[in-house]
């Protein structure tokens, strides 16, 4: 099993990068996908979902209307647009694999993780 997350990078205040997660190894297309981030010294905090299907999501309060979360089943990848980036998302950014409904909130029902890809804001 493995998530393959890429697209980190140093990026000014208000503006945009996207993050993918490229998955192998498990049935793909049977697992809603989470994004979470963890900056220094705070805990690992969920940023959004997505189900199986990609026919719906769930956000965190902090990136809605921000970021968008969308997967392409065919590619087994899934992607984490961001726009409109802050100082305070700047934090390592984990994509992670999970059965069941959407959400967010409990990292311990995510059941496959890959490693992170580091996103720096700053001017």
């Known amino acids: 099993v493995q998530l393959q997350a890429s697209g980190g990078g140093l990026v000014q205040p208000g503006g945009s990068l996207r993050l993918s997660c490229a998955a192998s190894g498990f049935t793909f297309d049977v697992y809603a996908i989470g994004w979470f981030h963890q900056a220094p010294g705070k805990a690992r905090e969920g940023v959004a979902c997505?189900?199986?299907?990609?026919?719906?999501?769930v956000y965190a309060d902090s990136v809605k209307g921000r970021f968008t979360i969308s997967r392409d089943n065919a590619k087994n990848t899934v992607y984490l647009q961001m726009n409109s980036l802050k100082p305070e998302d700047t934090a390592v950014y984990y994509c992670?694999?999970?059965?069941?409904?959407?959400?967010?909130?409990?990292?311990?029902?995510?059941?496959?993780w890959g490693q992170g890809t580091l996103v720096t804001v700053s001017s």
């Open positions: 997505i189900s199986s299907s990609g026919s719906s999501d």
């Open positions: 992670a694999a999970k059965g069941g409904s959407i959400q967010v909130v409990d990292v311990r029902t995510y059941v496959y």
